[in-house]
């Protein structure tokens, strides 16, 4: 099984506005960081390059990330070792707080690529139901043997 996951957020600034620039202009440089780190095995892009043009929940504002790696410590290598970690610390200048959960991790068989509603359902799961197998968050990290055990 691999570790599917998906990250929301909501633009305070149009994309193209001057107060974002600098989340935007790394937008390239840091999906290369991750395209390059062990573990990683796809993320969701579109005929730019990068995600910003793709859009869901019905809010132009958000913007959607949405990756599958080996396993959790990869993701959390490339999130938290690298680079990007200076970007999520400043995530309060270019987005606003979503109160609810803004992200979810879950399982996929190994060469099934997620689908943007998929990934939706299985954050709204998570927000109706709390970390379960199914759906969870970096708090539960449960394993793909816990979800089979549901299965």
């Not at 390059?49 to 913007?63: E, F, L, Q, R, Y």
Request: aromatic share 12%; no cysteine; proline share 5%.
């Amino acid at each position: 099984m691999n570790l599917a996951q998906l990250n929301i957020a909501k633009a305070k600034y149009a994309l193209d506005a001057p107060e974002i620039a600098e989340f935007i202009n790394n937008l390239e440089p840091i999906n290369a960081i991750a395209e390059t780190s062990n573990g990683f095995v796809w993320r969701l892009k579109d005929d730019s390059g990068d995600a910003t043009d793709i859009k869901v929940m019905d809010d132009p504002d958000i913007i959607v990330n949405m990756s599958v790696w080996q396993d959790i410590e990869s993701l959390k290598n490339f999130m938290f070792r690298t680079h990007h970690i200076d970007f999520l610390k400043r995530k309060q200048e270019w987005f606003h707080r979503i109160p609810e959960d803004s992200y979810v991790l879950w399982w996929v068989p190994v060469n099934h690529i997620p689908t943007v509603e998929e990934a939706i359902e299985r954050l709204m799961h998570l927000r109706k139901r709390g970390d379960s197998p199914y759906a969870f968050s970096f708090k539960s990290n449960f394993t793909a043997a816990d979800l089979n055990k549901i299965n």
